[in-house]
């Protein structure tokens, strides 16, 4: 398994951007599938956005389709999430998680993922 760390959260105003980073250890990242997920309290967690192991296969929620841009940096071990435009409804905690895959592919479902980070804390004010 991995470790996964996220950072870049913070507080920004409504339309602004943020970029969190997923910072993972481990020699076989690359292996991995990874996804980001949000969740706010009392809520159940959400798909966010994810990106196969090559990163050559990108996914998003419909919530965040043209907004938001998942990328990857194997070399560095870190995946990314550019949030441009953000809303006051995108305020909560967010996550990654990654899953060995030796498909292609990436998944919506929180259920695929074994490895998770702490979160980070994304706010945004109207």
């Known amino acids: 398994q991995v470790q996964l760390v996220e950072s870049g959260g913070g507080l920004v105003q409504a339309g602004g951007s943020l970029r969190l980073s997923c910072a993972a250890s481990g020699r076989t990242f690359n292996r991995y599938a990874v996804g980001w997920f949000r969740q706010a309290p009392v809520k159940e967690r959400e798909f966010v956005a994810a990106v196969s192991w090559s990163g050559g296969n990108l996914y998003y929620a419909d919530s965040v389709k043209g907004r938001f841009t998942i990328s990857r940096a194997n070399a560095k071990n870190t995946v990314y999430l550019q949030m441009d435009s953000l809303k006051s409804e995108d305020t909560t905690i967010y996550y990654c998680?990654?899953?060995?895959?030796?498909?292609?592919?990436?998944?919506?479902?929180?259920?695929?993922?074994?490895?998770w980070g702490q979160g980070t804390q994304v706010t945004v004010s109207s």
């Open positions: 998680a990654a899953y060995d895959t030796t498909g292609g592919g990436g998944s919506s479902r929180y259920g695929e993922y074994d490895c």
